[in-house]
């Protein structure tokens, strides 16, 4: 009788280990507490500052309107907002119409050489935007443009025939830069698209542009207008074009200004928080719409293709025409580029091609920039922020994204929202915010790499998100369960379980990151101080010193590097399987 | 009408392991007027032989020819009925008839209207003019699916499946009016199908196919009068004769898949 009882009594269960359980609460809460601090804060100063006079070591900020007066009652705004939203409705515009036809001679054409055109579309991608402005400066610039030169001596003429200085030029250069990206998200539209409808009708005897009209554009409206929002996005806040192209003419936008405003002295905090509110709120409104329509983007998607691809069509003898656009192009947006920096970077002082000039070829740029003070800091800077941001990023991220898609947890929607906030923030607003938060927080990261590194992270956490919510979706439940049913706690199972499944996604995102991130120009350039520049940002030094011929010395030399960076991702990319997203 | 004649064809798909063969070496030829249905198992290539005679695919080797012409040079006229009605579904059953009415000619024909009251009268939609497809049933959508491939006058029918997702009610209902139109027009028509009760009610001919890679195994001709009858005697004694068939080639393939191992 004794001896049964004593089997059927259990054990005293042993007191749930507080260890485990705090553990789980207190790094689920550290991510969330980083993710709420990294991107409300900025915002909140941001605004404050907007609002308030500028704090000095004799006055106390005040509370003012005058920097929205400021801002708002001069006609000069008015200019300002024109241009901007000029600038960016040309270039998106531009960009997605070069985009979505060579998207389409892609997908849906017999076009030969394609499949290499498409492997090549990476390249346009690596190359920053502050050395594609620079070689179009080199090439189409009034007075030592080379198409300018070449066409004057053809025709006998000194006719300016490119002014890249204007808004033509800016749209033109920005257009090109924007247009790969264009490319890809057109080339997924048309891939994921249904082709059961086209088909209908094309056995109800339509023809190719009445199944276009008809049929294909009605079904990827919501892309084209998504993929034009986000373009617009993005040109509006793009720096480097206005900066290099626009401030020299006088032709202002919003990023552009914010920057002055930041720059001259004395410098207005105030005025560039009043300009940077403004442009905030125009993004905010572009990104809202965009994601509403990317969400609804499968609304008239009916049954899926029955395996049959969509099929090509035949172009006769115009696929040599759409062969050679497809030439043309990458001649403009790379070979042209590459080989004007190239060109530059031998000379002694910069010179047009010429048989002169070719006779006084010289390595001497390069010796200057290999032996550059800052050279070696600079590269290490954006190496250890590159690395430290992307891993930083995709592990916060992980965190979040399993809470949001794996929990019950109330208010995870907030927690989603709050990630992807740093959306909508233009790089140069961005940096400009932490600047501000800084300025008034003193914790001893102003002036050191540390605010660069949360700049970055507060700017590339939406990106490490979207990475892991796409591998985290397809990631069930049981697996988890089975997991913890074996004992396992829940940092055990988030190590040895999500985080290996998630490991394709991880690696992916972190690939991504780090190349952005070495790129990144516009969120440094406020923030960077002697001793921590990076390497977008010495060349930006370069630049402003009129050192061209060693600028495009170093310009070369980072895009090879990009490069080797890039088919090095791509190849551990494959050997670990990493998905193409 | 409309008489085809397929030579040698063959279709290959290219996968991710390597070439797939999915029609071997077929031929055969269908005369002016004639109901013919492709029996076979799923994936024994009955749709890609269909989807290769209207040109939305192009064959690897072999040919096919419509009223002596290749289908590549041919301007199709042709009335291709899906599976799934495939309607736009942001356009009423009115509107998506005149899409197709237009479509060839690319601007307004003559007598729309009385058009598409006669083919709505013909698959019995009167009255459903200004639905969209999201209001009608599926039945009711497959039926403008054949209004539509009517509406162009074909002098081909070529058919996928149409009533397979239907429920055997409104199925049976469908193909005695197939027949009936049928009868009435004597339109070519290429019917693929799975069910065999299904191809010996309609088929004048049933070529059935072995599964992959696909040959036709046998051909069947059917000599009953229509309206025929479920379940009657005659009817009984040709699906026993069609299933005889399938069976004996899927032991054939069965062998030589063993034998192949």
Redesign the interface.
Request: charge should be positive; aromatic fraction near 18%.
């Given at each position: 009788m004794n001896a049964a009882g004593h089997i059927l009594v259990a054990p005293p269960a042993p007191p749930r280990s507080w260890r485990n359980f705090d553990f789980k609460w207190l790094i689920i809460g550290a991510c969330v507490a980083l993710v709420a601090y990294l991107a409300l804060m900025p915002l909140g100063f941001l605004l404050w500052q907007s609002f308030f006079t500028p704090q000095t070591a004799a006055k106390a900020a005040r509370f003012t309107f005058n920097n929205y007066i400021t801002a708002y009652s001069t006609l000069e705004t008015l200019t300002l907002f024109f241009n901007s939203v000029t600038f960016a409705t040309g270039t998106s515009i531009f960009a997605f119409l070069i985009g979505t036809a060579l998207a389409w001679m892609n997908e849906r054409t017999n076009t030969p050489l394609k499949s290499l055109f498409f492997a090549l579309s990476i390249i346009p991608l690596i190359i920053p935007g502050i050395l594609f402005t620079v070689a179009w400066i080199l090439l189409a610039s009034p007075k030592i443009g080379i198409v300018n030169l070449v066409l004057q001596s053809w025709f006998h003429t000194d006719y300016v025939f490119f002014n890249i200085y204007s808004m033509w030029g800016m749209i033109w250069v920005d257009g090109l830069h924007y247009s790969s990206m264009a490319f890809l998200v057109m080339t997924a539209a048309f891939r994921s698209m249904d082709p059961s409808l086209e088909e209908s009708a094309m056995m109800s005897g339509a023809s190719v542009p009445q199944i276009a009209w008809h049929i294909t554009l009605k079904l990827t409206w919501p892309a084209i207008f998504a993929t034009l929002l986000i373009l617009f996005v993005r040109s509006i806040e793009s720096f480097e074009v206005p900066a290099l192209l626009g401030l020299p003419v006088g032709i202002h936008v919003f990023t552009s200004s914010i920057y002055q405003a930041i720059h001259h002295y004395p410098s207005e905090i105030g005025l560039a928080s009043a300009y940077a509110v403004t442009l905030l709120l125009i993004t905010t409104v572009g990104i809202y719409f965009q994601s509403k329509l990317s969400s609804q983007g499968s609304k008239y998607s009916t049954v899926t293709g029955k395996g049959f691809r969509p099929r090509a069509m035949d172009l006769g003898k115009w696929r040599y025409v759409t062969a050679s656009i497809f030439v043309v192009y990458f001649a403009l947006i790379v070979i042209l580029p590459f080989l004007v920096l190239l060109w530059s970077s031998l000379q002694k002082f910069y010179a047009v091609p010429s048989m002169q000039a070719l006779a006084n070829l010289t390595f001497d740029a390069y010796q200057f920039i290999l032996t550059y003070p800052t050279l070696i800091s600079a590269v290490g800077n954006s190496a250890l922020l590159a690395v430290g941001c992307a891993t930083m990023v995709m592990l916060v991220t992980s965190v979040i994204c399993w809470i949001v898609v794996k929990t019950k947890l109330p208010g995870r929607w907030l927690l989603d929202n709050l990630a992807s906030l740093p959306m909508v923030f233009p790089g140069l607003v961005l940096g400009l915010a932490v600047m501000i938060f800084y300025l008034n927080v003193d914790v001893g990261v102003y002036g050191t790499m540390w605010i660069l590194f949360i700049a970055y992270v507060t700017r590339f956490m939406p990106y490490g998100l979207r990475y892991n919510t796409t591998s985290m979706l397809q990631i069930h439940k049981e697996l988890e369960e089975s997991a913890e049913m074996s004992g396992a706690s829940w940092g055990t199972t988030f190590r040895r379980i999500i985080l290996p499944l998630l490991k394709p996604g991880l690696l992916a995102g972190w690939i991504y990151i780090v190349i952005v991130s070495i790129r990144e120009l516009s969120t440094s350039i406020l923030l960077y101080s002697p001793g921590t520049e990076v390497v977008s940002i010495l060349i930006w030094e370069l630049w402003e010193n009129g050192q061209y011929v060693e600028l495009s010395a170093l310009g070369v030399m980072f895009i090879i590097a990009l490069f080797m960076l890039v088919m090095l991702a791509q190849l551990v990319g494959r050997k670990f399987g990493v998905k193409e997203s | 009408m409309s008489h085809i004649e397929v030579n040698n064809l063959t279709k290959t798909f290219d996968t991710r392991s390597g070439p797939l063969k999915v029609v071997d070496d077929i031929s055969f030829k269908i005369a002016e007027g004639e109901f013919v249905c492709l029996l076979g198992p799923s994936g024994s290539g009955k749709?890609v032989t269909l989807?290769c005679i209207?040109g939305?695919?192009?064959a690897s080797s072999g040919q096919v020819k419509v009223d002596g012409v290749p289908v590549r040079e041919k301007?199709?006229?042709?009335?291709?009925i899906?599976?799934?009605a495939?309607?736009?579904?942001?356009r009423t059953v009115e509107e998506n008839l005149l899409?197709?009415l237009r479509?060839?000619a690319?601007r307004p024909v003559p007598d729309e209207q009385r058009r598409i009251a006669e083919v709505l009268d013909l698959v019995n939609l009167t009255g459903y003019e200004k639905f969209y497809m999201h209001q009608i049933s599926g039945g009711m959508q497959n039926r403008v699916g054949i209004a539509?491939a009517y509406i162009?006058n074909p002098d081909l029918l070529?058919m996928d499946e149409p009533f397979a997702a239907l429920d055997e009610m409104t199925a049976r209902k469908l193909r005695a009016e197939l027949v009936s139109a049928w009868l009435r027009e004597r339109r070519t028509v290429v019917f693929v199908t799975h069910d065999i009760v299904e191809a010996c009610y309609l088929a004048d001919r049933i070529f059935i196919y072995t599964p992959k890679p696909t040959r036709i195994a046998s051909i069947i001709e059917i000599d009953l009068p229509r309206p025929r009858i479920y379940g009657s005697g005659e009817l009984h004694d040709i699906e026993a004769q069609v299933l005889g068939v399938f069976e004996k080639s899927l032991s054939e393939f069965a062998a030589e898949t063993a034998d192949a191992s």
């Open positions: - | 749709s989807n209207a939305l695919l192009e301007k199709p006229n042709y009335g291709y899906f599976q799934q495939r309607m736009l579904p942001w899409f197709a479509a060839e690319g539509r162009r070529l």
